[in-house]
């Protein structure tokens, strides 16, 4: 629920609550619901921004690792705590060399210094497309905080 529509509610319930005792004291009459809609209904501001998301394999000798990079566009930030969670989707063929979900948290920052980066080592029998879901947090710093995921195929990269 929108924090305006919260505080809406709260202040209807105030509105409603004050009763006859309050005016007999001298309290101001309470306002009326239009007015307090019209004052609270009010929309947050718009702020341009995203999250971009990249990802790909890189080989190596013993290992081969998924980069996934995100890079907070506009006035967005990219919070470092919940911070980044990756988690791939099993397929035969493929060991994850670090504990799954992975998560990737930085408690004594507020925000990841972009773009923020985590690799994710893993061996594979073939080299198919892996399909890994990433979920993260980003402000519009100091005012309003988003979750967001997405899906990604990820296919090694032949520079």
């Not at 507020?110 to 399909?131: C, H, I, K, N």
């Not at 980003?138 to 990269?157: D, I, M, N």
């Amino acid at each position: 629920m929108p924090a305006a529509r919260i505080v809406l509610i709260a202040a209807a319930i105030a509105a409603i609550g004050a009763g006859p005792a309050d005016a007999e004291q001298g309290a101001a009459p309470p306002p009326d619901l239009g007015q307090l809609i019209e004052r609270f209904e009010a929309g947050a501001p718009q702020h341009e921004g995203s999250v971009r998301l990249d990802a790909w394999i890189e080989s190596g000798p013993e290992r081969d690792e998924v980069v996934v990079v995100l890079e907070p566009q506009g006035a967005f930030k990219l919070v470092a705590d919940p911070g980044i969670t990756i988690t791939p989707t099993e397929q035969p063929g493929v060991e994850w060399l670090v504990p799954l979900p992975h998560r990737h948290v930085d408690p004594e920052s507020s925000y990841f210094t972009p773009p923020a980066a985590v690799r994710l080592p893993f061996r594979a029998d073939a080299g198919q497309p892996l399909e890994i879901l990433v979920e993260y947090a980003y402000c519009v710093v100091e005012y309003q905080c988003f979750f967001g995921e997405e899906l990604l195929s990820v296919a090694a990269r032949y520079d």
